[in-house]
């Protein structure tokens, strides 16, 4: 009962960290003044925009370190690389110190290397915690990486509004503090606990209330982002934030509260006739895990009696229906995944067609976003509205948080 708990306080610090790393979307509220610091051209600036996503492409180091570290060393080695890239350049753009252009392009290649780590540890805390609604935790706290724009513009605006190089002090210090906060729920993950239908369906309906909770959260960032320059009232708006992102925290202390009930109360006695009889917890508990038991068995019998059909049925198909197969329908279905959640090695993942149809989706479909967010800044000076440019980006940033959480919808849909 315990670790049921323990696995929603894990999903509240996966949002804690997506919503306060998505660090490269603010890029264009202080591009102007690096670009300004260090004496660079237009095509230089555009290639540290690059820089910070090229250091997605050794993204798949963050999972050769998972082989052979845990989850808390590659959390914090995530922190101090973003610590050590958005550091430096802050200690560059305030002139403390001086650095070939080189040296900072390493460090927006470092610094975007740790997102991609930060999004790696996320992505296996909610597939290990929520297997059978991986998906849906997925898509939650994918969002909250689109907002973390948004809230680093309340902080600035809280804190001095009138310097942009606080934005990468922030970038250095906050995903650094967020870890801190978040190590405690990931040392006490909970063992896996197979759950039954009803527990499943159980948890959908947590997730939806989250999600409910998330577009609050959206809507307060996009109507109430603070441009004033009353300090008080920016500390206020940037306060409710905060308030927002530690709501989630009921959802545990409903899963105990509900847990309570049943094992103090439900389970106690029963009514039946016009008395009560009274039920052993310890035989309750007993019954339930066989259930349980009993309930994955049978689903497990289902997936294999359709990943691995009968050989003669399938002789009989292959006799009487081989024509009605289409081509595409076999180029989708071969080499199908037999299990979700198993590993498999990567000339497996290299050689199916589904992972290169995403990859090319995502990468000419993603890249267009990124370059727009990355020159933002520029537009809006261009356009003689750089003193709007904490609201573009705020924006921007809620609006990409709106697309990412719409995500979960056609999970909604075919459940």
Not at 228 to 235: E, G, V
Not at 262 to 280: A, C, K, N, P, Q
Not at 332 to 359: C, K, M, N, P, V
Request: some cysteine.
């Amino acid at each position: 009962m315990a670790g049921q708990s323990r696995k929603w306080m894990i999903l509240v610090a996966t949002i804690w960290i997506q919503a306060f790393t998505g660090t490269n979307f603010d890029f264009s509220a202080y591009s102007s003044e690096l670009k300004s610091v260090l004496r660079i051209s237009q095509v230089q600036l555009n290639y540290l925009a690059v820089a910070s996503d090229l250091g997605k492409v050794f993204g798949w180091s963050s999972g050769l370190a998972l082989m052979y570290f845990p989850i808390w060393t590659v959390l914090f080695a995530a922190a101090f690389m973003g610590f050590v890239g958005y550091g430096v350049q802050w200690l560059v753009i305030t002139n403390f110190i001086s650095l070939p252009y080189i040296v900072v392009f390493l460090c927006c290649l470092l610094a975007g290397l740790s997102i991609c780590w930060f999004n790696t540890v996320c992505f296996v805390l909610c597939i290990s915690n929520f297997p059978a609604n991986r998906s849906l935790a997925l898509s939650l706290t994918v969002s909250f990486n689109g907002v973390s724009a948004a809230l680093y513009t309340l902080a600035y605006n809280a804190i001095n509004p009138t310097s942009p190089e606080l934005y990468l002090l922030l970038n250095a210090l906050i995903p650094l503090v967020i870890s801190f906060t978040a190590i405690i729920p990931i040392l006490r993950q909970p063992p896996f606990e197979p759950l039954p239908p009803d527990g499943v369906r159980r948890d959908s309906l947590m997730f939806l209330i989250l999600n409910i909770l998330a577009a609050l959260n959206g809507v307060y960032l996009l109507l109430f982002e603070s441009n004033s320059s009353a300090l008080t009232s920016a500390r206020l708006l940037f306060g409710g934030a905060i308030l927002l992102l530690i709501l989630p925290l009921c959802i545990p202390g409903l899963v105990i509260a509900r847990n309570w009930y049943l094992r103090t109360i439900h389970t106690s006695f029963r009514l039946e006739g016009s008395g009560f009889i009274l039920v052993d917890p310890d035989e309750l508990e007993l019954h339930k895990g066989m259930l349980a038991h009993e309930a994955n068995r049978e689903s497990y019998q289902l997936l294999t009696d359709d990943v691995v059909p009968n050989p003669v049925k399938t002789i009989a198909v292959e006799e009487g229906d081989a024509d009605e197969s289409s081509c595409c329908k076999k180029l989708i279905t071969r080499g199908q995944l037999e299990l979700l959640g198993i590993e498999h090695s990567l000339w497996q993942l290299l050689s199916r067609a589904d992972f290169w149809f995403y990859y090319i989706a995502y990468f000419c479909g993603g890249t267009i976003g990124l370059v727009y967010s990355n020159n933002l800044g520029q537009i809006a000076q261009s356009l003689g509205q750089s003193s709007n440019t904490t609201t573009l980006v705020t924006l921007y940033s809620s609006f990409s948080f709106f697309g990412r959480l719409l995500s979960a919808t056609p999970d909604y849909i075919r459940a």
